[in-house]
């Protein structure tokens, strides 16, 4: 079974997505390899140029349209039976004029994946022309905002793990050195590895000194001197979910003029954030929370991004922790919430745990050392 979920967590999923379909006034939806099949399905796959199609009408059983060679695969991973296989040579749009028929599709609205090649929603356009279309989206991103218990095991102990290799690499110290930023975010992605991640959550981020006021620099050739603050981003997936978590540390030596002030302005921030967190409370007032003590702090233009965003089988997903966002926040919902302050030439902090919003108010999923210096 493809991560730790049983069948009876993606069909309960399956079935939610059913009853949100009837509210929005669809009739199905039609899923592409994608983190919205894996989630209604328990089945995993990259997108590819074959015909692979998951069919979740609005009352009935769900059904895939799949290559002849998927049928194993599927089985093994998926609670889903109804499979429908074509071969090679063989047109795999009759199954699916075949199928929506069955389902009383053809005159119907249907939410297609909103990362499906246009190939298939080309073709679905034509097999079907009588339907109307729409984005799955409009279901799935209500559902998946709120995770459920089996969703946040996976996320603590991707949580964990971060934490574990958040303090493993503060313990280079002096040894860190030298190292080029390409070299440290090599032995954070080994440590990652060694400590059981499937694979790095995205591209992991070691900007130091001047690189390190670029919030999305990954990492270089830049050598690491002693004095440098080091931005530190970094992940991996555990049972296809991510850990994500931010530090800013000074390995060696006495970091420059300033740099306490904005370090320690930027943990205040994130804790005002954290603090800010619970049930009904508008997404837009958890960035609101962090940025008035940055302002406060005479930082207000170096805080340049959102200060969160949801985090799920998505590393970046609903819901966005950003000013305009009314959202009001549910027990369930996970999210980032990372303030930084960036001066150009100079330096970058950046300080990032994941919470998740709990009845009272929420739960930290990171809890490695916030503070600056290495262990």
């Not at 499906?116 to 109307?132: G, I, K, N, S, V």
């Not at 996320?155 to 030298?178: N, Q, T």
């Not at 302005?265 to 940055?294: K, L, M, N, S, Y």
């Amino acid at each position: 079974m493809s991560g730790t979920s049983g069948p009876s967590a993606f069909e309960e999923r399956t079935r939610r997505c059913q009853r949100r379909l009837g509210e929005v006034g669809a009739d199905a939806a039609v899923l592409f390899p994608s983190t919205n099949l894996f989630y209604a399905s328990g089945f995993r796959e990259e997108p590819g140029e074959r015909h692979l199609l998951l069919f979740v009408p609005r009352e009935g059983s769900p059904a895939f349209v799949a290559p002849e060679m998927y049928d194993e695969q599927i089985r093994d991973a998926s609670w889903v039976e109804d499979i429908r296989l074509w071969a090679d040579g063989e047109d795999p749009t009759e199954l699916v004029a075949e199928l929506a028929d069955e389902m009383d599709l053809r005159g119907g609205h249907l939410l297609v994946d909103d990362t499906m090649w246009a190939l298939f929603t080309q073709d679905l356009r034509e097999t079907l022309p009588e339907a109307t279309f729409g984005l799955a989206s409009e279901v799935f991103e209500d559902l998946r905002m709120r995770k459920d218990e089996t969703e946040l095991d996976a996320l603590r102990r991707a949580g964990a793990l971060a934490d574990r290799v958040s303090v493993e690499i503060r313990e280079l110290g002096e040894e860190a050195v030298g190292m080029t930023e390409t070299e440290l975010a090599e032995e954070i992605e080994g440590l990652l590895a060694e400590a059981g991640g499937e694979e790095v959550a995205f591209g992991t981020i070691a900007g130091s000194g001047p690189n390190g006021a670029k919030p999305h620099h990954r990492h270089g050739d830049r050598e690491i001197r002693r004095g440098d603050p080091v931005v530190l981003d970094f992940g991996a997936y555990l049972d296809g979910y991510p850990g994500d978590q931010t530090r800013t540390v000074v390995f060696a030596g006495d970091p420059p003029e300033g740099y306490q002030q904005v370090h320690e302005t930027v943990r205040e921030a994130q804790q005002a954030a954290v603090e800010a967190v619970e049930p009904g409370v508008p997404a837009e007032q958890i960035d609101r929370a962090a940025r008035e003590v940055i302002e406060d702090a005479g930082y207000g233009d170096e805080f340049v991004h959102r200060t969160g965003h949801g985090v799920g089988l998505d590393v970046h997903e609903s819901p966005y922790i950003v000013e305009g966002n009314q959202t009001e926040l549910e027990p369930g919902m996970v999210f980032s919430v990372e303030p930084g302050v960036y001066l150009e030439g100079e330096f970058g902090v950046r300080i990032e745990d994941l919470v998740v919003v709990t009845d009272e108010g929420c739960e930290r999923l990171n809890d490695s050392p916030r503070t600056w210096e290495s262990l």
